[in-house]
């Protein structure tokens, strides 16, 4: 714990793991979290952006052993020799051969901790979870990457999925600018002053595109 925590710290910044340990300490009285859920069809990709001031390169990574000879500890502390197991792949974004990005697909199914696992078609790609180191933000690193996922998978592949918490809206706001529109809602209410059951929310035709177990 102490490692993964240090990990954070190198790679997120003092603020980012503050905001973790308050969250995780509100979950043990009451705490309200909101999952959104995007959805992105291939045609409806905006691929007008460039990346700012980098010269970022991505490279899919496909296996343990090659993801282990990245200096990288960030994607590490992930579970992925499971992912790897069940075909999942890596991809790594490289400035100057330091990687300062990741993201993930996952072509079968996945399952984010304490909302859901989500059942993917043979045509859904799921896309994430995904980071970019804190000196490397604001300079479109993660629509790029995004972007590099799309043209990566069979074009057999038609929807691209993930989701993203309430707060965060710099993410939001980057899959929104690539073309991903609002599919799910998930609301969980976390504690032991609490017994509400999970909201589910469907929007844009979301309950035909997300097949999700709570």
Same mark, same amino acid.
């Given at each position: 714990?102490?490692?993964?925590?240090?990990?954070?710290?190198?790679?997120?910044?003092?603020?980012?793991?503050?905001?973790?340990?308050?969250?995780?300490?509100? +979950?043990? %009285?009451?705490?309200? /979290?909101?999952? @959104?859920?995007? &959805?992105?069809?291939?045609?409806?990709?905006?691929? =007008?952006?460039?990346?700012?001031?980098?010269?970022?390169?991505?490279?899919?990574?496909?296996?343990?052993?090659?993801?282990?000879?990245?200096?990288?500890?960030?994607?590490?502390?992930?579970?992925?020799? +499971?992912? %790897?197991?069940?075909? /999942?792949?890596? @991809?790594?974004? &490289?400035?100057?051969?330091?990687?300062?990005?990741? =993201?993930?697909?996952?072509?079968?199914?996945?399952?984010?901790?304490?909302?859901?696992?989500?059942?993917?078609?043979?045509?859904?790609?799921?896309?994430?979870?995904?980071?970019?180191?804190?000196?490397?933000?604001?300079?479109?690193?993660?629509?790029?990457?995004?972007?590099?996922?799309?043209?990566?998978?069979?074009?057999?592949?038609?929807?691209?999925?993930?989701?993203?918490?309430?707060?965060?809206?710099?993410?939001?706001?980057?899959?929104?600018?690539?073309?991903?529109?609002?599919?799910?809602?998930?609301?969980?209410?976390?504690?032991?002053?609490?017994?509400?059951?999970?909201?589910?929310?469907?929007?844009?035709?979301?309950?035909?595109?997300?097949?999700?177990?709570?």
């Amino acid at each position: 714990m102490i490692k993964k925590i240090y990990i954070y710290l190198q790679s997120g910044g003092f603020l980012e793991v503050a905001k973790y340990a308050f969250i995780g300490v509100k +979950k043990i %009285f009451y705490y309200k /979290s909101e999952t @959104i859920f995007y &959805f992105l069809d291939r045609e409806h990709l905006n691929d =007008t952006y460039t990346i700012k001031n980098s010269s970022v390169v991505f490279k899919t990574i496909k296996n343990v052993s090659d993801l282990q000879k990245i200096d990288f500890d960030r994607i590490k502390v992930l579970n992925h020799r +499971k992912w %790897f197991e069940k075909g /999942s792949l890596a @991809i790594i974004g &490289f400035s100057s051969s330091v990687p300062v990005s990741f =993201t993930w697909m996952h072509f079968y199914s996945h399952c984010i901790s304490g909302v859901c696992t989500i059942k993917l078609s043979p045509e859904q790609c799921w896309a994430g979870p995904s980071f970019v180191i804190k000196s490397q933000r604001g300079k479109k690193i993660n629509q790029a990457q995004k972007r590099y996922l799309i043209r990566s998978v069979p074009e057999s592949i038609r929807y691209f999925l993930t989701s993203v918490n309430k707060k965060n809206i710099a993410s939001i706001k980057s899959l929104e600018k690539i073309g991903f529109s609002e599919g799910l809602r998930i609301i969980r209410y976390h504690g032991i002053f609490q017994h509400r059951k999970p909201e589910v929310v469907y929007k844009n035709d979301g309950d035909s595109i997300f097949k999700i177990k709570l």
